[in-house]
């Protein structure tokens, strides 16, 4: 079973900034995409950012300008830093592969998480 190891969340205030972080074993890391996803309450899953293991990077619409992702591949540890957090922004974040071009949803190698919430 593959260990994604996400960190970083917590209580920020509308406006605030968070980093967010996700060790993944070299196994993973040194082949494949990588992307930050989010789950909502109520909401499925979706793609956040992800990050081909050259650099490239895609953004869902609703974080461009705000987030960015990045991997250090010395670290095998793949990023989020999010700023300007919306109160929408509040999820339960995850690391796991990513399938560029498509980007679709991975189907299993889930960690547990970490929860981001934007609030007042």
């Known amino acids: 079973q593959v260990q994604l190891v996400e960190s970083g969340g917590g209580l920020v205030q509308p406006g605030g900034s968070l980093r967010l972080s996700c060790a993944a074993p070299r196994s993973i890391f040194s082949f494949y995409a990588m992307g930050w996803y989010r789950q909502a309450p109520g909401k499925q899953r979706e793609l956040v950012a992800g990050?081909?293991?050259?650099?490239?990077?895609n953004y869902a619409d609703s974080v461009k300008g705000r987030f960015t992702i990045s991997r250090d591949n010395a670290k095998n540890t793949v990023y989020l830093q999010m700023n300007s957090l919306k109160t929408e922004d509040t999820a339960v974040y995850y690391c796991?592969?990513?399938?560029?071009?498509?980007?679709?949803?991975?189907?299993?190698?889930w960690g547990q998480g970490t929860q981001v919430t934007v609030s007042s």
């Open positions: 990050i081909t293991t050259g650099g490239i990077t």
């Open positions: 796991n592969r990513a399938s560029p071009p498509g980007w679709g949803m991975p189907h299993s190698g």
